[in-house]
């Protein structure tokens, strides 16, 4: 029985065991949900010894565990260790949720539940293949599975287990998905993502809140400084303005941009998906360039003073942001972080105090297209998809891809078969049941080809 036979005749199954994993609520930044954390820990670890996995393991944390597995049939193979994560982000705000977000429901094709795509779909996929090529005796390399638990709040635990378990993680290549492709009919590969600085801005002002009518106009009020230090932070042409920010951006030649844009963007299908009238960004660069090749500072949530229902006239003792910045090539977010920070304190007026927090951050990364693994991946969706994928650069961040660069010696292939339209990290959710089979059937052709390529 072939791959693809194997897949077709367990469709079912393979799509009622991914709903169970979605019923999980794994949410990594919420305490509340640890229990349900450990629970899908232990489900990933029961999926794989029931495909056939030799060695399964819970690896405690100082967090959430990281799920060891590998299946060495030959140890002069290649052998492919693969990553992923079993955490989600928070479904909050629930009510702009059509269904619930840990009740799964599939319409028009699609499954809608947190981390449908973002990445219990993408990572069960690589279960399933694995299931797959053991069902049909066609498994042709060793491999190595490490599914961690806190991708989604920084991966802090991740260098720590990497550093101490180099042997036990020795492979040839990485094999992610945790990424998009441009579509069902265009096939990609990402070979680039940014880097990541995360962090948290408070502005105090008086040490309570007041009443704006006997103090307003008076006392500075800390949103509206706030607001005006972050407005600050662009331009009129959208150019972050903290200083030295971008002293080590790499700049791409004109023939660079041009290869990038090559790849199929429909502005106004991109509009109309969003529901905006324009785009917004850097002057003097693509919708493309800007999110895969620019670097970017973003608001991701803005709190104070009275926000229930109905009014209070109340001027408020702080307000607080949550920022991020997407770096890329040659950026470090250490030193991002560092002049954000010492940037962000040097504007606040006297009238306030500024506390900067950082969060986590990661480092941008771009893998070769010259490499045995890509040519392996670009047969294997030649073959399943019937065209060549093309290279693109992705604007998310995976911030582990640079850690195993740097700690095991191993380039990351990032396989991703999610789409823009995912809505991952947002309400709604989805993730393509044609994606997730085409994906199945993929990932199991590219370690025949990967084997190949290899001797």
Not at 51 to 61: S, W
Not at 150 to 166: R, T, Y
């Amino acid at each position: 029985m072939s791959a693809k036979q194997y897949i077709d005749e367990n469709r079912q199954k393979f799509l009622d065991e991914l709903i169970d994993l979605l019923r999980i609520p794994s949410v990594s930044a919420d305490s509340k949900f640890k229990d349900d954390v450990h629970r899908a820990a232990d489900f990933v670890k029961s999926s794989l010894e029931k495909a056939g996995i030799d060695k399964a393991e819970i690896c405690e944390t100082a967090g959430y565990p990281i799920v060891y597995g590998e299946k060495i049939i030959d140890p002069s193979l290649p052998t492919v260790l693969v990553y992923g994560h079993y955490d989600v982000q928070p479904p909050d705000p629930y009510e702009l949720w059509d269904s619930p977000p840990f009740e799964p429901v599939i319409k028009n094709d699609k499954i809608y539940a947190r981390g449908a795509c973002d990445d219990k779909g993408q990572m069960f996929m690589h279960v399933k293949a694995f299931e797959t090529m053991m069902a049909t005796d066609s498994l042709s390399c060793n491999i190595k599975f490490m599914i961690e638990g806190e991708e989604e709040v920084g991966s802090d635990n991740l260098g720590i287990f990497v550093k101490n378990n180099k042997e036990k993680l020795a492979a040839d290549v990485i094999l992610v998905s945790d990424t998009a492709m441009i579509s069902l009919d265009t096939p990609s590969i990402t070979t680039g993502l940014r880097g990541l600085s995360y962090l948290e801005v408070e502005v105090v002002g008086p040490n309570r809140d007041l009443h704006s009518g006997v103090y307003g106009g008076a006392v500075a009020n800390p949103i509206n400084v706030l607001c005006e230090m972050i407005e600050s932070l662009k331009d009129e042409n959208n150019h972050i303005t903290i200083p030295g920010f971008y002293d080590n951006v790499q700049e791409l030649t004109e023939e660079e941009r041009k290869a990038i844009n090559k790849a199929a963007f429909d502005l106004e299908a991109y509009k109309k998906d969003l529901d905006i009238n324009d785009v917004n960004g850097e002057k003097g660069y693509t919708s493309i360039e800007r999110t895969g090749i620019r670097p970017s500072l973003d608001v991701n949530g803005i709190w104070g003073g009275y926000i229930g229902e109905g009014a209070k006239t109340v001027l408020p003792s702080k307000a607080n942001a949550k920022i991020s910045m997407r770096l890329v090539p040659n950026q470090s977010s250490e030193e991002i972080t560092k002049l954000f920070s010492d940037h962000f304190k040097r504007i606040a007026p006297d009238s306030v105090k500024v506390k900067v927090t950082p969060h986590h951050g990661g480092e941008p990364a771009v893998t070769p297209i010259d490499s045995v693994a890509y040519a392996a991946a670009s047969d294997a969706f030649e073959e399943a998809w019937g065209k060549r994928p093309i290279p693109t650069r992705d604007g998310g961040s995976i911030p582990i891809v640079a850690l195993f660069k740097e700690e095991l010696g191993l380039d990351t292939l990032l396989m991703g078969f999610g789409l823009d339209s995912d809505a991952i990290h947002s309400p709604n959710e989805h993730y393509g049941v044609t994606n997730y089979f085409k994906g199945i059937e993929t990932i199991s052709l590219f370690y025949k080809h990967f084997a190949k390529l290899s001797k």
